[in-house]
């Protein structure tokens, strides 16, 4: 009798191990990204910048092959930008498109002297006091800057190239 009741004891604690891991393995599934996602397309939900058009002149040969458009294919699923991206090798082509205005909504060019040579003050906008400067490398800020103001951010983590904003007609300048 006291094996039986022995018995009856453990399998009542299997199964209610059971049914606690098994509530746990489901509420772990439904709770991935992938869930939440998949749960807002079903809704419909519109993503945060659907509609918005990005233009970028890359100048930046530093960019290892593939990593700036994986970032950009990255940047249009989640948050719903279309980013059209124009390459460009030639300095003076960089110089003669801002002069003339022609220069698209963000532009990805070294730091340093190339950046002074470029006239920021004129083109670029100021990133001084933007909420997520203090989250960027004191060197980097140093290298990126133009008589104390920042002008880039950085492209990734093993260089010293930036994108640099237009102006404040830019949609760019919504989103900071």
């Not at 772990?28 to 397309?41: I, L, R, Y």
């Not at 948050?79 to 460009?88: K, L, M, P, T, V």
């Not at 470029?118 to 670029?124: A, Q, R």
């Not at 800020?141 to 404040?168: E, H, K, T, W």
Request: net charge negative.
């Amino acid at each position: 009798m006291r094996k039986k009741k022995v018995g009856i004891g453990i399998l009542g604690i299997i199964l209610i191990l059971a049914v606690f891991f098994g509530y746990l393995s489901w509420r772990s599934e439904k709770d991935t990204p992938a869930a939440a996602v998949e749960e807002k397309e079903a809704k419909g939900e519109e993503k945060p910048f659907e509609g918005i058009t990005l233009t970028i002149l890359n100048h930046s040969s530093a960019t290892p092959d593939g990593v700036f458009d994986k970032t950009c294919e990255a940047a249009e699923e989640k948050f719903g930008f279309d980013i059209e991206i124009e390459s460009c090798s030639e300095d003076t082509i960089v110089k003669t498109r801002l002069a003339t205005g022609q220069c698209p909504d963000l532009l990805v060019y070294n730091t340093g002297s190339l950046l002074y040579s470029l006239h920021p003050e004129e083109f670029f906008m100021d990133l001084t006091d933007a909420p997520f400067v203090e989250n960027l490398d004191e060197d980097f800020i140093q290298a990126a800057s133009v008589d104390g103001v920042l002008y880039g951010i950085p492209q990734s983590d093993n260089m010293g190239c930036g994108v640099f904003y237009r102006d404040r007609e830019s949609p760019v300048w919504g989103l900071l």
